[in-house]
């Protein structure tokens, strides 16, 4: 069956850097574009970044623009989204997702605090 297992997380102070890694099985991870997202607590989850099937297309949103970086491993059937510049509000669960199955990884949780 499908699975994304997200990983990586945890605290780092404000202007550090942490690696997400989203690894996928179960279906067909070269033919699918795959995004990353995020909740903060008591808040709404929302798109950080995205990519193309082979990377060639990326888009970040306004947030983290400059800062994190999404790319893809086809050979490794992993996504990663790296984070630098981190700011507390970027505090929050972040989740691996393939829109096409509508499938969510079960989230690494992520602490930007001092």
């Known amino acids: 069956q499908v699975q994304l297992v997200e990983s990586g997380g945890g605290l780092v102070q404000p202007g550090g850097s942490l690696r997400l890694s989203c690894a996928a099985s179960?279906?067909?991870?070269?033919?699918?574009?795959v995004s990353w997202y995020r909740q903060a607590p008591g808040k709404e989850r929302e798109w950080v970044a995205g990519?193309?099937?082979?990377?060639?297309?990326?888009n970040y949103a306004d947030s983290v623009k400059g800062r994190f970086t999404i790319s893809r491993d086809n050979a490794k059937n992993t996504v990663y989204l790296q984070m630098n510049t981190l700011k507390p509000e970027d505090t929050g669960v972040y989740y691996c997702h393939v829109p096409r199955l509508g499938s969510w990884g079960q989230g690494t949780q992520v602490t930007v605090s001092s």
């Open positions: 990519i193309g099937t082979v990377g060639l297309m990326r």
């Open positions: 179960g279906f067909t991870f070269s033919s699918s574009a």
